[in-house]
């Protein structure tokens, strides 16, 4: 192997090229236009901030949006005024926030790096709250869960969460977790299918986590998703 130079100068190229993608993406994020997003006649926009293209998170997926609009329009059973709500998974929020405009008090989670881009979203979007509001969380699911988010919420949302398999289980280890076993959080999933192993995960360890789960369907403009309401949670399951 022939060195053409010291093992330090890839470190010190390295570092440079991080510090350049770094400020390229504040540039990025300086200039971004939010998205507004009409889900309900009756209500407020969403402004929707997104970096298409940056992380899978950054941008809208379409169960998100169904999942924002059902519970804007009241279509869930679920009572969200004055509710505590954990949207795990959050992405750009958009069914957080539509939670926070329907009064309830949102924790709004994902990678830390995602973060910066849910409170642009959550600042955008504050004088629609009316008596609801909204906080973001950082929560790695392969990491420990913070002792803050374990138990107390009313509901738990999480929507386009099952698509990368080795986080099917740590998903799931972080659900129970947050739930802590409480028999009156309502937890609201929406799932669109995208391959054999999500649908069993979610048919063999998800669903079969809780004792009481009810099915829809969501539709709008050609999009569909399956949406559960679960609640009541049996023991973690062991992998």
């Known amino acids: 192997v022939r060195w053409c130079g010291p093992l330090s100068m890839y470190s010190?190229?390295?570092a440079e090229l991080a510090e350049l993608h770094k400020q390229r993406l504040e540039r990025q994020a300086a200039t971004a236009v939010p998205t507004k997003l009409h889900l309900v006649p009756d209500r407020e926009p969403l402004l929707i901030q997104e970096f298409i293209g940056r992380h899978l998170g950054s941008q809208q997926w379409p169960s998100g949006t169904l999942l924002g609009?059902?519970?804007?329009?009241?279509?869930?059973?679920v009572h969200l005024q004055g509710a505590r709500v954990l949207e795990l998974g959050s992405g750009v929020g958009v069914a957080g926030l539509a939670a926070a405009q329907c009064g309830a008090?949102?924790?709004l989670s994902d990678l830390r790096d995602l973060l910066p881009m849910l409170e642009t979203s959550i600042d955008l979007n504050r004088a629609s709250f009316a008596q609801g509001s909204a906080a973001?969380?950082?929560?790695?699911?392969?990491g420990v869960l913070p002792a803050a988010l374990?138990?107390?919420?009313?509901?738990?949302l999480a929507a386009d969460v099952l698509y990368v398999e080795k986080l099917f289980e740590p998903f799931l280890r972080t659900l129970l977790g947050v739930v802590a076993r409480s028999e009156e959080t309502q937890v609201v999933l929406a799932y669109k299918e995208r391959?054999?192993?999500?649908?069993e995960f979610l048919s063999t360890r998800v669903l079969p986590s809780f004792s009481v789960v009810h099915r829809m369907d969501l539709t709008h403009e050609g999009q569909t998703c399956e949406l559960y309401v679960a609640s009541q949670p049996?023991?973690?399951?062991t992998p």
């Open 12 to 14: 010190s190229q390295n």
């Open 69 to 77: 609009r059902a519970l804007l329009s009241g279509q869930i059973p």
């Open 105 to 107: 008090s949102v924790t």
């Open 136 to 142: 973001v969380a950082a929560v790695d699911w392969t």
């Open 150 to 156: 374990v138990g107390g919420w009313d509901v738990v």
């Open 195 to 199: 391959s054999v192993k999500d649908r």
């Open 234 to 237: 049996l023991l973690l399951p």
